[in-house]
Each structure stands twice: as C-alpha cells, then as structure tokens.
C-alpha cells in the first residue's frame, strides 16, 4: 500500500509536469460527457419521463455511472492501455520483479486528467442530490456510497478483463468497449429502460445494474428491502471470476518477443 | 488527378487488410446501435405524441449511422498527419510534386470509405432481419436512395475537409490537442451523433440545421429515412454543396498562409 502511495504521487507530480496540456485534457474529458448530458436533458425536456423515472432521477443514475466509471479509469488505466504493454515486451519485465502482476500493471499508470469526468459527476450530483426528491436519510447516504464505489469495482474488474482477454489475442479488442464506454454511455437511463432482456444480462452477467437500477429503487422508495440497498455489495462478487480469468491468462501469457 | 487516384486507392486496399479489428467494430457497433433504439424505443412508449419523427425513421437513422459510422465520425483524424506536422515529417511531403491539401484530402477519404465499407454490410444485413420495431427498412424508394448516395458523398466531404482544418490548425498551434477537443465535441453534438436533430428544442434546432455539422450524417441518414424528401432534400443537398466549398475554399487558404512560413520542427 505505501508502495501504491509512491507512485501514486509519482504520476501525479510527473502529470503536473505540463499543466497546460494536462487541464485542456481534463477539460476535453468534461467536454465530451457533457455532450452526453445535453442530449440527456433534451430528450427529458420533449419527454417528461421514460419508464417511471424523471430527469433529475435519471441524472443520478448518470451521475454514479459516471463517477464509478472515471474513478475506476483514473487508476485502471495500466489496464486499459495493457495491450500495449503486452505488444511491446514490458509485460516481461514486470514478471520477473518480485510483486504481483496485478499490482504493477496496476501501478504502471494512473490518468488523473479522467478527474474532469468525475468533476462534471460531482456538479450533476449537486444539482441532483435536492432535485431528485429523495429525502437523504443516512441509510440512503450509505446507498449512495455503495452504488458509487462498488460501481468503481465492477468497472475496474471489466478492464481487467478486458486486459485478461489480451492474453489471447495480443491486440486490445475493440468489443470490450461495449461494457466500459457503453456502459458509461448508457447508464444515463435506469438500465430497466432497456427491457427486460437486457436488465437481466446486466444482473446476472455483467452485474452493471446491480449497482445502479436496484440500488435507485431503494433510493426512490419504489422498493423498501433492505435487499436493494445491499444489491451493489453482491456486485463485488464479480470481482471473482474477473481475477480467475486473469490469472487463467497470465498462466497462458507466452511472451511476444522483443 | 491520376495521383491523387493511386494515393486513394493504395491508402484503400492498405486500410482493408484490418479484417479482424473490422469484424470486433461491427460487433460493437452493432449492439451500440441496438442499445440506443430500446432507449428511444423507452421513450417512444412513454409518449408517442412528442415523438419528432417516425420511429421508422428512427430507427433507419440509428442503423445507418452505424454502418456508416467511419464515414462520419468526427471525432476521427489520421494521427500521420499530425505527426507530420508536429515532427517535421512534412518537409518531405512539400518536396514532393503533389498538392498538399488533395492529397491529405483523398488519403482521409479513403481510410473512412475502407473502414465503412469493411464494416457496413453486416451491420445492414443484421438490422434488416432483427425483430419488428428494430428492423431497418427500405428507403422510400428509388428516387430518395439516389438522393441519399448523393448526400451521403457529400456529407462525407464535408467531414474530411472539416477534419482538414482542424489538421491545418496544427500548423498555428502545433499541439493539436485543445483545438481538436473543441471541435470533436462540439461537432460531434451538433452533427446529431448523439441524438438526431429532430430531437433538439426547436429554437436550438433551427440554428444547428443550418451549421455545418448538420451537412455531414444529419441530411443523408434523414434522406433515407424519408423524413427529409422532395424539396426539402434538394435544399439540404445544396446546403451541403455550400458547406463543402466553404470549408475546402477555407482550408485552402488557411494552409495557404500556413505554408508561408512554415517553420519545419525537428532536425
């Protein structure tokens, strides 16, 4: 862990080295979630509602996606751009130092300029958080915290997948992007907007709505068990078989040569 | 004219030979497009009423802007050109006897036109037999698909020579990142990528008809789609005939100036 917090600061002090560059990506990260988020309220402003859910409740939904999502890039990126680092022979070096794969991959790099995401999901949330006409009990507040952070490690075990799969094929493969930027994308709704189909693939499959559709209907009073405001903790199950399949890839792994 | 032929048709047949990255996009893309009509399918369900255009249409419009997706993505550049431009790489392409502008000009085109036609026909097949309410169907006919093509190449136009002043700002700013963020975003959005341009509030939807982002997928996908036809396709077509001049005449004379005093970088 003081390891971790090494490079941690590392990154972040290396990163801070261009600061021009650094903010106009932070502020393109914003930019582009934010054309998401117009299309979003344009769509409310001609429909008031879609299956049941307002805008401003659809916003929390597309506000914990959002910042799950950006948390779990900002320090999974080692994963995120794997394929690389598997093509050009470091992945080698990594295993011959004496620490976990995973932690090094993990530590390899961090983007803090997805942060501009998670601002833009920190100002949604603010408006959000009254708007939405939820009463914020603590059992609520608690919600909340679980959707966002447990959502943060459904995420960062679909790039570890994702970087798994790399073992494979060498190269990153570009469907995977359905369940990372997709979700991000359409998690704007309440997945149960998709229909049925859908939901439970992303119940039981890849638990994407564990975190999000659930956990809202408790925040919304739809459902009052306390089943649904546990159903994010379920989600870290996956973590699972996502770090089974990484370890039955990296048993495989055959270097690629220099 | 001959050489801007061969460097099409060499940038062509080199950018289909990435058959698997193709068949991994068609998936992805396939069901990106099938995520976004059961949304607006959500939608059309809770009120049919407010709907601004059929849900056929919709439903065209969504399938063919998959298909077509690497012909109007904005958000695409050739990372060649930059690199050009920013390591002095380009102090070659000036020494050769080719107009700079025609032949970045056909080298885009053609990498956009590989990718789409690598990746459209599945796509299509695929949306012509899904169930119901999802199913692609035919354009209102024959008139109108000619129409179509013909905004469809124009559209494509417009993009690449949008994507060619966004390449020959580089030339001023040399980092290209702030601008093309910009321009990525914001085109991106009114282009209609999004959500269609019917979709927007109407005083905000009169404005962005008339940009030039809405010569690019908004005016082909609609023609097929019926919801633009007869007269009001005509106009659209001469309103992307406008903007394809205006932005190459731009270009042009932006790189023009550029090349003036082009400072070659690296040595």
Redesign the interface.
């Known amino acids: 862990m003081k390891l971790y917090l090494r490079f941690l600061s590392m990154h972040l002090k290396s990163q801070m080295q261009y600061k021009v ?1 650094f903010f ?2 932070m ?2 990260q914003f ?2 979630s ?3 988020l ?2 979003l309220y ?2 409310f ?7 049941g859910f307002t805008f401003q409740q659809s916003l929390l939904c597309f506000a914990t996606v959002l910042m799950a999502f950006s948390i779990a890039e900002c320090f999974g990126r080692g994963f995120d751009v794997f394929p690389l680092m598997l093509g050009n022979g470091e992945f080698d070096r990594v295993l011959v130092r004496p620490r976990r794969a995973v932690f090094q991959v993990l530590a390899s790099k961090m983007d803090f300029t997805r942060l501009g995401r998670l601002l833009q999901a920190v100002l949604v949330f603010c408006y959000a958080l009254p708007a939405s006409g939820v009463t914020w009990t603590p059992d609520k507040l608690v919600t909340l915290f679980l959707m966002v952070s447990c959502g943060s490690v459904v995420f960062f075990c679909l790039f570890l997948i994702y970087a798994g799969l790399t073992f494979f094929t060498t ?1 990153g ?3 995977m ?2 369940f990372t930027d ?1 979700a991000r994308e ?1 998690g704007r ?1 309440p997945f149960s ?3 049925r189909g ?1 939901l439970s693939f992303l119940t039981f499959v890849i638990p994407l709505a564990l975190f999000q559709y659930y956990p809202l209907l408790y925040l919304l009073d739809i459902k009052t068990s306390v089943l649904y405001m546990l159903t994010p903790v379920i989600g870290l199950l996956f973590t699972i078989p996502s770090y089974v399949f990484w370890r039955f890839g990296l048993r495989r792994y055959r270097s690629t040569g220099s | 004219m001959k050489k801007y032929w061969a460097v099409f048709r060499i940038r062509f047949s080199n950018s289909l030979q990435y058959r ?2 193709a068949l ?2 068609v ?2 893309q396939f ?2 497009g099938a ?1 976004e009509l ?2 607006f ?3 059309y369900k ?2 049919p009423a ?1 709907f ?1 255009m059929g849900f056929s249409q919709t439903v065209s419009y969504i399938w063919l802007q998959q298909a077509f997706l690497a012909l109007f993505m904005v958000w695409f550049f050739e990372g060649e050109i930059f690199d050009a431009i920013s390591d002095g790489g380009i102090a070659y392409d000036l020494a050769r006897p080719v107009d700079l502008y025609s032949r970045w000009f056909c080298q885009s085109a053609a990498t956009r036109l590989a990718k789409a036609v690598l990746r459209c026909l599945p796509i299509l097949v695929v949306a012509f037999i899904v169930p119901a309410p999802l199913r692609l169907s035919l354009p209102a006919g024959a008139g109108q698909f000619l129409l179509f093509l013909v905004s469809m190449a124009l559209g494509l136009g417009v993009v690449v020579s949008f994507s060619m002043i966004v390449y020959i700002t580089t030339f001023y700013t040399l ?1 290209p ?2 601008v093309r ?2 321009a ?3 085109g ?2 009114l282009a209609g990528s ?2 269609p341009l019917p ?3 109407a005083p ?1 939807r009169a404005v962005a008809e008339l940009l030039p982002f809405a010569a690019m997928q908004n005016m082909p996908l609609r023609i097929y789609s019926g919801n633009i036809a007869g007269a009001a396709a005509a106009q659209g077509i001469l309103l992307q005939l406008f903007w394809l001049a205006a932005l190459v005449g731009l270009g042009r004379l932006m790189m023009k100036n550029a090349l003036k005093k082009v400072v070659v970088q690296g040595g």
């Open positions: 560059s106009l990506s502020a393109g930019l582009t934010f054309s998401v117009l299309g344009f769509m402003s001609r429909f008031n509602d879609v299956d190269e493969l570009e469907f992007n359905i997709g359409f709704y907007v998709y229909g859908v | 698997a990255a991994a996009g998936v992805t069901a990106w995520m059961l949304a399918l959500a939608f809770a009120n407010a601004p980092s990142m702030g963020l910009i990525v975003a914001l991106d959005f999004v959500i979709f927007f509030p905000f």
